[in-house]
């Protein structure tokens, strides 16, 4: 035996599901994912030290998705559902609605690393944890909200919709507004720099209910043409994104986003005692 051979040792649990081509892409994808990590792993030990501190939501971000992405290449981590729509082409037999397999382990890498995303980006702006914290959340009941709707079969599944891409909006809000507002208080060219990535990080972000709407909530796309839409968005909002925002990054001190430098701490004389 030889090639790809995950979908016959893992045959899939639904009607609808991931083929040999669907699962080829994702181990690309996978290999996309961990190479960045290692390559931004290299790229943080040598960086002086005090500038590693913005490589390490990277690493675990990256670190998460090559996780997320062997399980699906592998054809694991998900659970048949009866899709609510279906035509001709996604029926088991006449009159029968087909299974859809929903793919719940990227969820949860999602509600995992969605927020630490966005926490790399809102570090550059120096708001306040309050504020970070709140939008920080909202990722959280975003992707949580899809993941639900994406394993209810009835009409119901479109509240939840509803519910993610509310929560995502005011994700784009809260970025677009005071965050820019507060890397615009560190430096004309801090806010230059949050305002290019802020941009394409909201973009991308915002085509991730379309994605949902046209596979797990409509049923429009094949499982194969669902892999490839949310494939191309995680690559481009993880390791490409990341990759340029680090790259804008390397030259400015993150002292002046409130990191205090590790020579500060250990100049610290100890207090004396009377």
């Known amino acids: 035996m030889s090639g790809n051979q995950a979908v016959d ?11 040999t081509n669907g699962s080829d892409w994702l181990w690309a994808a996978f290999s996309l994912f961990l190479a960045s990590d290692l390559g ?17 939501l990277p690493i675990i971000i990256l670190s998460i998705s090559s996780v997320v992405y062997f399980t699906m290449a592998a054809d694991l981590g998900s659970t048949p559902i009866t899709a609510e729509f279906y035509g001709d ?29 966005t926490l790399e980006v809102l570090l550059t702006t120096g708001l306040p944890a309050t504020e970070v914290s709140a939008t920080l959340f909202m990722q959280v009941v975003a992707f949580v909200s899809l993941l639900v709707g994406a394993l209810v079969s009835s009409t119901y599944k479109w509240g939840y919709f509803v519910f993610g891409t509310a929560a995502i909006l005011y994700v784009v809000v809260h970025l677009l507004a005071p965050a820019r507002v507060g ?77 205090a430098p590790r020579h500060v701490l250990v100049n610290e004389k100890p207090a004396t005692t009377a």
């Open 183 to 259: 890397a615009g208080a560190i430096g004309t060219d801090v806010r230059s720099i949050f305002t290019r990535s802020a941009a394409a990080f909201t973009f991308l972000l915002l085509l991730y209910p379309l994605a949902w709407g046209l596979s797990d909530g409509g049923n429009v796309i094949t499982s194969d043409g669902e892999m490839a839409f949310y494939g191309v968005l995680d690559v481009l909002i993880q390791p490409v994104f990341l990759l340029a925002f680090l790259f804008q990054l390397r030259s400015i001190d993150v002292a002046r986003f409130g990191f």
């Open 40 to 56: 931004v792993i290299a790229w943080m030990w040598l960086r002086p030290s005090a500038q590693r501190i913005l490589h390490l």
């Open 9 to 19: 040792i893992n045959p899939p649990n639904a009607a609808i599901s991931i083929n």
């Open 89 to 117: 082409h996604h029926q088991t037999y006449a009159g029968e609605p087909a299974t859809r397999a929903i793919w719940y382990v990227r969820y949860i890498g999602w509600v995992l690393t969605m927020p630490l995303l």
